[in-house]
């Protein structure tokens, strides 16, 4: 590849409706046409590839320099698209995703038939997550698949909150950067694991224990 291209969208006027940046239909195309593209989420700037398509996500793992026995997250567009992804979303899954979604709770779910072993590292499970970031969630939907998505930085190195984070260190590795400005950073989202008998926080976060036995009632 020739190195990334940042799209810069400058300032977009403050609007109900959200409007795409510069570059939006370019990231959608090459999602679309398996490859690699970074954007921004409500926590760092992510890197992602369509969850189906195996070479796409192989590119990913590349690109990152990600040892290929850690599983991918993946993000979805909507709390719906959740049996996309998981096997028979249990009830409790399915209450944490209504409850929480978007925002900044990953859930460890039992993986749909259709999930390739690349995303997973060959588990039975796989983490799932909608952000609570307008540009993420349209970006998803366009591409017309669940994004196989983590942190747009080199494996160990920093997270990356602005677009020119992610060029410093993934700029010659991917073909686009999607510039939607900077994003909060801070904490990353709690992960919980609903595979078991009951629920195991897996990564303390902005979501409690307490916060799900509350929603799951």
Not at 3 to 15: C, F, I, K, L, T
Not at 106 to 117: H, K, M, S
Request: overall charge positive.
């Amino acid at each position: 590849m020739g190195g990334a291209r940042v799209n810069h969208p400058n300032d977009v006027r403050p609007s109900p409706a959200f409007r795409p940046p510069p570059g939006f239909r370019r990231a959608v195309a090459l999602l679309r046409a398996g490859e690699v593209v970074a954007f921004p989420t409500d926590t760092v700037y992510g890197v992602g590839a369509v969850v189906w398509n195996v070479q796409a996500v192989r590119k990913l793992y590349k690109a990152k320099l990600r040892p290929a026995d850690k599983a991918l997250p993946v993000l979805l567009a909507d709390a719906s698209d959740l049996s996309r992804i998981a096997y028979q979303p249990s009830q409790d899954a399915l209450r944490l995703a209504e409850r929480f979604w978007p925002g900044p709770l990953t859930i460890v779910v039992p993986r749909g038939e259709g999930v390739p072993d690349e995303v997973t590292a060959g588990g039975a499970s796989v983490a799932v997550r909608v952000p609570d970031h307008d540009l993420a969630r349209a970006l998803i939907r366009a591409a017309g698949a669940p994004l196989a998505a983590t942190s747009a930085n080199l494996s160990g190195q920093p997270s990356p909150v602005t677009a020119q984070d992610v060029l410093t260190q993934l700029g010659s590795r991917i073909p686009l950067v999607l510039d939607g400005g900077s994003c909060p950073g801070g904490a990353a989202s709690t992960v919980v694991d609903l595979t078991g008998p009951a629920p195991v926080i897996l990564r303390p976060g902005p979501v409690s224990m307490q916060d799900i036995l509350s929603a799951l009632g």
